[in-house]
């Protein structure tokens, strides 16, 4: 008897498996980028079809779960920082948030397991079956209460890079359904004939997402009218904002960034991040305040400045609070408000509390010192900040979402201001860096982004950081440069998710074909 065969009889062999292979799955994906760490699919494949024979849905639902643990616990640590940030009154939950985290999101994981394992077919199309089981929980976890498609398959490929290039004909949601058929099929490649072809199929699949993205950046972008723009970076950490003393600092780090003298012309745009400035919109902006002259004074006439921040409207007693982003038109004499943007995607337990009645009724509302949380803004629409420069703003957490980029085509530019300072120097706010970047590559539009502490960059149609536009964690200071070009029309912009519903068709054909004979 082999080692091997000793250790694959011991019962905790096949969960710890599990475990390690989501793990190595979680780490393919960027800051780390250890892409054989993709075979944990396959790894995760083997597992389930190995799952207990006496109960093989319950096992094959465990050890999903367990490859999900993995995976999103490696994936999402970073958010317990987010809970240090008031320690005295919630770091206890910082642990009990990851875990809960982690867990929830396997749920995906498992249920993805339980049913490949009882629609898997007995060949090597099994892999496609795979692919398509998983994929489609993926798609229902960024969509279930207002979902979390936080580090999809698909986006393990780091944003710019060839393979990248594939989410403008498919999406994210596609190109997660080719990583997963690709990444699986050595689990089959000692089944004879069909297992071979299995993946000779995923070798040249991956020959193609390279080639194709290689002859996709060989493509010039088309350039539009020279706009510049001004990104304002000003290294202010989380707790700094609790602290009423230091706002007067915040708003001199903010507008002596902005006012910073220009080695060329000076910027048409000037950028702040989301949660700027620790005070609503409409009382630091109110006419007559110190505030509102600093910023004037800050920026020239002729700029527009857009400023990421939380406003307020209704009645005073009750007011309905809006993440937002402001455009403000710097006129001879005044700042003109020229658009608002109200977020739509909110983030469940940050902004909003869902089954917030039940919840409250338990105390969990007091006992997690949870606010009112955020009111929902209409479906993400385009905001003109110039006459000549229609954008579409997508707000920290909205840049997660396959499709809401793809609207109108002719939205010049996507404007991404986010308050990654929550997450302090951890692989968070990298990880949201590539995540944002993809919504370029589907939208074939650049992007701006704008955070407190970095990542801060300009990013162009294919996904990749422009050379010398980036702010990394930590550091202050501006990104002066000219808006690239866009790229063509993108199957995905035309056609949203058709193609990945045609793959999710493709794995259903692929699992009834053992059935062909019978009926």
């Known amino acids: 008897m082999t ?7 011991k ?22 980028g250890v892409l054989p760490g993709l075979l944990g699919y396959a790894g995760l494949l083997f597992l389930l079809d190995d799952a207990n024979a006496e109960k093989p849905l319950r096992s094959a639902f465990w050890r999903g779960w367990l490859a999900g643990l993995g995976y999103f616990g490696l994936g999402t640590w970073w958010i317990g920082e987010a ?34 394992r009882l629609a898997r077919p007995r060949t090597a199309w099994r892999v496609l079956t795979f692919a398509g089981v998983f994929a489609a929980l993926e798609w229902a976890r960024g969509h279930v209460l207002t979902g979390f498609p936080w580090n999809l398959p698909g986006e393990t490929w780091r944003a710019g890079s060839w393979p990248s290039q594939a989410a403008a004909l498919v999406g994210a949601y596609g190109l997660t359904w080719i990583t997963l058929a690709i990444a699986a099929a050595p689990a089959v490649w000692r089944e004879g004939k069909g297992g071979r072809i299995a993946v000779g199929a995923a070798c040249a699949g991956l020959v193609a997402l390279y080639g194709h993205g290689a002859l996709v950046q060989s493509r010039p972008l088309a350039k539009g009218p020279p706009t510049t723009v001004r990104i304002v970076q000003a290294d202010i950490q989380q707790d700094a904002k609790w602290d009423a003393a230091r706002f007067a600092q915040i708003v001199q780090a903010y507008v002596s960034l902005t006012a910073r003298p220009y080695a060329d012309r000076p910027a048409d745009l000037v950028i702040w991040p989301e949660g700027a400035l620790p005070a609503a919109i409409d009382d630091y902006l109110a006419p007559g305040t110190w505030v509102r002259q600093a910023i004037l004074d800050s920026v020239r006439p002729g700029q527009t400045l857009l400023i990421g921040g939380y406003r307020y409207e209704g009645p005073i007693d009750k007011p309905t609070y809006y993440n937002s982003l402001i455009a403000l038109k710097r006129t001879a004499t005044d700042l003109e408000v020229v658009g ?11 902004e909003y509390l869902p089954a ?40 920290c957490y909205e840049s997660l979402f396959p499709g809401l980029a793809r609207r109108d085509r002719n939205v010049r530019i996507l404007i991404n201001v986010s308050n990654d300072a929550w997450f302090g120097v951890t692989s968070g706010p990298l990880q949201h860096l590539n995540l944002a970047s993809y919504r370029a590559i589907e ?14 960059a300009v990013i162009d149609a294919r996904g990749r950081v422009v050379p010398g536009t980036r702010l990394d964690l930590g550091k202050s200071g501006v990104i002066d440069a000219a808006i690239p070009g866009m790229g063509e029309v993108t199957p995905f912009d035309d056609f949203g998710d058709l193609a990945f519903l045609a793959l999710l068709l493709i794995s259903a054909v692929a699992s009834a074909r053992p059935l062909a004979g019978k009926i």
């Open 356 to 395: 917030e009645k039940f919840l409250t009724a338990i105390g969990f509302k007091s006992l997690a010192h949870l606010g009112d949380g955020f009111a929902t803004g209409p479906r993400p629409a385009p905001l003109r900040v110039a006459p000549d420069l229609l954008t579409q703003p997508l707000i």
């Open 443 to 456: 939208s074939a539009k650049p992007i701006l982004r704008a955070t407190p502490t970095g990542v801060s």
């Open 11 to 32: 019962v905790w062999s096949g969960p710890l498996l599990a475990l390690l292979a989501g793990l190595a799955a979680a780490l393919a994906h960027p800051p780390f």
């Open 83 to 116: 809970f240090m940030v008031d320690a005295a009154n919630q770091g206890w939950m910082a642990p009990f948030a990851v875990a809960a985290m982690a867990g929830g999101l396997a749920l995906f994981w498992g249920l993805a397991g339980l049913l490949y």
């Open 3 to 9: 080692a091997w065969t000793r250790f694959r009889e």
């Open 340 to 350: 608002v943007y109200d977020k739509h995607r909110l983030v469940p337990f940050g």
